[in-house]
């Protein structure tokens, strides 16, 4: 009797699910390598290259349609930046179709797995099978059809695939590792209650937890197959962390009833207006002297060139990221300021090097 791959479980690599066949594996580490060799390594020419184009052309990249469609007519005789940016795209829609149906070979038994998980400790989950999705929340952002909520292995998906996106980088959460450590206490010390909005699958707030052993540690996200793998891999690495669908514009949490809020590559994802009633959210369950640290993309005032130059503009605009554009010139620092926060500290550039440290006052 045969035995086909599909019914071999490979195992994990790091915390994650190996895909089903060698061959798929063998794929999407080539791919890793040529993204760290034909992107990672030409980012710095090509972003100066483009730039210089745009300066020359006097195209000053804005975070608009009509600027992204400016931007391209005027690279459009560069075979290097538009060579760079097609291998960018192609590449992506290479290795996520590969993963999405290397994965898909095994659904029933990762369904079995994700529900058996439901039943296991030592955190929680709590999501609404009857979720009534926003519609904001069901584009295709970064090319998967309907987003995070669009399957209910997206969890995996998004694992598998942000470890090809990273390059290696993020091996064993690395890159989380470090967030966690460089997001900062509040400034009297004193944490006994986190909580990650947008978590995605767990990976930050399993390394607080990891940092603050002591702490109560909650990770949010308005996915539910999100926080559903998320909460899978908090189990298998016995991480005590309580995940919960639950949109970060309407945090079921009591007013002042953590001492961290910490979001990372959440908001350059959600619309301006929900921006900001997640924004007095955060202040509403922040207790006074309570810190909230956003990691994200960097910021600049409306009318003012994004900080991220010309590959930044095209990497979002050919990424399926809608709201990007708007994050990117939306002055945030300015938004957090109105709420009421004390900017403690602005780190500018992109996550993982982007952050702004918030205070509320005590
Ligand atoms: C780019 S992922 C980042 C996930 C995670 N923080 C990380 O570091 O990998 C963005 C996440 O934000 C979630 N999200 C989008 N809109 C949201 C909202 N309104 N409230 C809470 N989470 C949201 C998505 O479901 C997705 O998991």
């Given at each position: 009797?045969s035995?086909?791959?599909?019914?071999?479980?490979?195992g994990?690599?790091?915390k994650?699910p190996a895909l089903?066949?060698?061959s798929?594996?063998?794929?999407?580490?080539?791919?890793?390598?040529?993204?760290?060799?034909l992107l990672h390594a030409?980012w710095?020419n090509?972003?100066?290259?483009?730039?210089?184009?745009?300066?020359?052309?006097?195209v000053v990249?804005?975070?608009?349609?009509?600027?992204?469609?400016?931007a391209?007519?005027?690279?459009?005789?560069?075979t290097?930046?538009n060579t760079?940016?097609?291998v960018?795209r192609s590449a992506?829609?290479?290795?996520?179709?590969?993963?999405?149906?290397?994965?898909?070979?095994?659904?029933?038994?990762?369904?079995?797995?994700?529900d058996?998980a439901?039943?296991?400790?030592?955190?929680?989950?709590t999501?609404?099978?009857?979720?009534?999705?926003p519609?904001?929340?069901?584009?295709?952002i970064h090319?998967?059809p309907?987003?995070?909520?669009g399957h209910?292995?997206?969890?995996?998906f998004?694992?598998y695939?942000?470890?090809i996106?990273y390059?290696?980088?993020?091996?064993?959460?690395?890159?989380?590792?470090?967030i966690?450590?460089?997001?900062?206490?509040?400034?009297?010390?004193k944490?006994?209650?986190?909580?990650?909005?947008g978590?995605?699958?767990?990976?930050l707030a399993?390394?607080?937890k990891?940092?603050?052993?002591?702490?109560?540690?909650h990770?949010?996200?308005?996915?539910a197959p999100?926080?559903?793998y998320?909460h899978w891999?908090?189990?298998e690495?016995?991480s005590?962390v309580?995940?919960?669908q639950?949109?970060?514009?309407d945090?079921d949490?009591?007013?002042?009833?953590?001492?961290?809020?910490v979001?990372?590559?959440l908001?350059?994802?959600?619309?301006l207006?929900?921006?900001?009633?997640?924004?007095?959210?955060?202040?509403r369950?922040?207790?006074?002297g309570?810190?909230?640290t956003?990691?994200?993309?960097?910021?600049?005032?409306?009318?003012?060139?994004?900080?991220?130059g010309l590959?930044?503009l095209?990497?979002?605009?050919?990424?399926?990221?809608?709201?990007?554009?708007?994050?990117v010139?939306c002055n945030?620092?300015?938004?957090l300021?109105?709420?009421?926060?004390?900017?403690?500290?602005r780190?500018?550039g992109?996550s993982?090097?982007?952050?702004?440290?918030?205070?509320?006052?005590?």
């Amino acid at each position: 009797m045969s035995i086909s791959n599909s019914q071999v479980d490979r195992g994990k690599i790091g915390k994650t699910p190996a895909l089903t066949n060698r061959s798929d594996e063998a794929f999407t580490d080539f791919m890793s390598d040529a993204r760290n060799f034909l992107l990672h390594a030409q980012w710095k020419n090509m972003s100066e290259r483009g730039n210089a184009i745009l300066a020359e052309k006097g195209v000053v990249p804005e975070a608009t349609k009509e600027g992204v469609a400016k931007a391209r007519a005027a690279i459009a005789e560069d075979t290097y930046v538009n060579t760079f940016l097609r291998v960018k795209r192609s590449a992506q829609e290479a290795y996520k179709n590969r993963i999405v149906g290397s994965y898909l070979e095994r659904e029933a038994e990762y369904l079995r797995r994700l529900d058996d998980a439901e039943k296991r400790g030592p955190g929680t989950l709590t999501y609404d099978k009857n979720f009534i999705y926003p519609e904001y929340a069901m584009v295709d952002i970064h090319l998967q059809p309907k987003g995070y909520a669009g399957h209910p292995l997206a969890g995996m998906f998004y694992d598998y695939g942000t470890s090809i996106f990273y390059g290696g980088a993020n091996s064993e959460d690395a890159l989380h590792m470090r967030i966690a450590k460089e997001t900062p206490l509040p400034l009297d010390g004193k944490v006994t209650r986190i909580l990650e909005i947008g978590c995605g699958i767990g990976q930050l707030a399993c390394e607080l937890k990891r940092l603050y052993p002591a702490a109560e540690v909650h990770a949010t996200d308005i996915s539910a197959p999100m926080v559903r793998y998320g909460h899978w891999r908090a189990t298998e690495q016995k991480s005590e962390v309580h995940f919960a669908q639950m949109p970060c514009e309407d945090l079921d949490f009591p007013d002042k009833s953590f001492d961290m809020v910490v979001s990372h590559i959440l908001f350059h994802e959600i619309p301006l207006p929900v921006i900001d009633r997640a924004l007095a959210e955060i202040w509403r369950v922040l207790r006074p002297g309570g810190t909230y640290t956003m990691w994200d993309f960097a910021s600049t005032p409306p009318g003012q060139a994004p900080d991220r130059g010309l590959i930044g503009l095209m990497d979002t605009a050919d990424n399926g990221e809608p709201y990007a554009s708007a994050f990117v010139s939306c002055n945030i620092e300015g938004r957090l300021e109105k709420q009421g926060f004390t900017l403690r500290s602005r780190v500018p550039g992109n996550s993982p090097m982007g952050s702004r440290v918030c205070d509320k006052p005590a």
